[in-house]
Structure formats: C-alpha cells, structure tokens
C-alpha cells in the first residue's frame, strides 16, 4: 500500500512539472517571437533599404551661376558691352586676355583691338574678304582676296600718273579730280603706282624677301593675296621731284593732309599706327574709300582697320 502511494506522489509530480516547463515554455514563447520581430524590424534589408538618390543640379541653378560668371567677366570691360554695338560675345574671352596683357588700355580700344585680329600673330587666323568690289574692302594682315581682281578697272589719266596706272573707275575719278584741285592750287600730284595683281605681288615681295629676311619684309611689304594695291583703290604719290619715300617733307603732302578726305582718300599706314596697321609708316600710300568714310576717318584720327571692325564688318 505504501508503495503504491509513493509512485502515485511520483507520478503527481512528474505531471506538475511537465505542466509548469510548459507554462514556462508557452509564457516566453512570444517574448522570443516579439524580440525576433523586433530585430527584425531594426535589421537591415538589403533588398528594402533604400539607397541615396543621386542628386540632380538644378538647370536654373546652373544658369545662375553661368550668369554670375559672365557678369563677372564683363565688370572687368566696365561692360564695354552697353555702349557699343561692335562687342563680339564670342570674342569676350580673347577681350580679357588682351586686358590682362594692357591693363591700362581703353576697353574700347582692347574690343576694337581684337576684333581687327592684332591678339594674333600677322598672318595667322586670317579670313577672307566678304567685299569683293565694294570701296570698303579691307586687306589687312588678318584678311585676304586671295587671287581676286577688281572689277572697271580703267586707266589713270596720264597728266595725273606715271606711265600705265590703273584703278577701279569711282576711284580713278576721285583721283584725278584731287590731281587737277591739287594743280589748279600750284601743287603736283601723280599716281606711280596703283593696282598691282596677285602675281605681280607674288615677285614683289619675293624681291623683298630676298633683300631683307621675311620679318624685315612684313613690315613694309604685303603677302601675295594682303595687298592693298590688289583692291585697285590705292595710288602711291609723288610730286615728280622728290622721292616719294620722303613725300612727308613736301608742301604736296600737306595739301593731302588738309584736303585729300574731300575726295574720299585716307593715308592708310600714318605715322603713330604702326601698331594697329601692320606697317610701318608710309606718307605716299592713299587708300579710296569714299568721302563719307575718309571724312570720318579724318575727324576722328583712326585707321580704317578701326573704322572697318566698328561700322562694316557683319554690318554691311
């Protein structure tokens, strides 16, 4: 009997302890579960984690500040830009450099400056004539005619020239109009030496060359294809007893001075220019361009390079 009350303690007990481990087990049971999904919800997914979205720059914000640089370049020009009409934007880069290396020059004159091409070395970056027969075609050490030869070109009247000389015809009035003024005023006044071809300045040149180097050459004499003598505008004059390098020591050229403008001709290479023409200085060479342009190239003391890149060029 006492055995058998033992075993039924036992078996009792062994009953409340499978009851009260799984009462534990059921009890922190959700706790693990809640702790699972805790870390869970704290971990990183890889495939749910959003990653940085790259950031796009703002076109206006972009803008503002392309616009904020400009601004600042111009301020250097003084915004040279608003007062005349010949700034060229495309240009506004070669403006600044040209400023940093003449930082006490005009702004106007640094736009003027590198419009005629003179932020380059002579005969580099050059372009062809767009005024082919047009009494404002420039030729310059930046622009060429290549192998174009005038239109009308007619014979100068001997009592005005030496031997053959030949010019377009607006011009060859206009000269020997200034000729006979210049006679009837007790002055002399002959072309000896007007048109030339490109192939007479191929020679020509050459000769030059070969007397005195090319960098000697270039001062004085035009490339084949540069010259002003190849438009049939220009007249080297003498007064038939002086030679005409020294024309500027004679009472005819300063009759030219006073009144060779109202006949549409300027001294194209005058002294003090040497650095915007090219030349050197030259008192016999007179260039046609018309008297509206020669009296403002007269009134204003400035080349016809200056006056070609503010009031022909792109314009006309």
Known sequence: MKKRRKR???LLAIILLL???????????????QEKESQTENSPNPQTESTPTPQIEDSS??????DKVLKEKLAKLENINEKID??????????????????TMDKKDIVTRVNIGLDYDYYTHTKTTPYQNKIYILSNKYISMGDYVPNDLEKVSSSCSTGTRLMVKEARVAFEN?????????????????YRSYEYQVGLYQRYVDQDGVEEADTYSARPGFSEHQTGLVADIDNGSTVYTQFHTTKEYQWMKDNAYKYGFIERYPKGKENITGYTYESWHYRYVGKEIATYIH????????YYVQFIEGKK
Do not use: W
Request: proline share 3%; aromatic share 12%.
């Open 178 to 194: 200034m000729c006979n003024k210049a006679k009837s005023d007790g002055y002399t006044i002959r072309a000896m030496s007007t």
């Open 19 to 33: 009851i009260g481990g799984g009462f534990l087990v059921v009890k922190l049971l959700p706790n693990n579960t």
């Open 61 to 66: 914000t972009s803008q503002t500040q392309e």
């Open 8 to 10: 039924l303690i036992l």
């Open 86 to 103: 010949y700034f060229n934007m495309d240009y506004l880069d070669r403006y600044l450099a040209y400023l940093e290396k003449n930082p």
């Open 299 to 306: 009134e204003h003391n400035i080349t016809f390079d200056e």
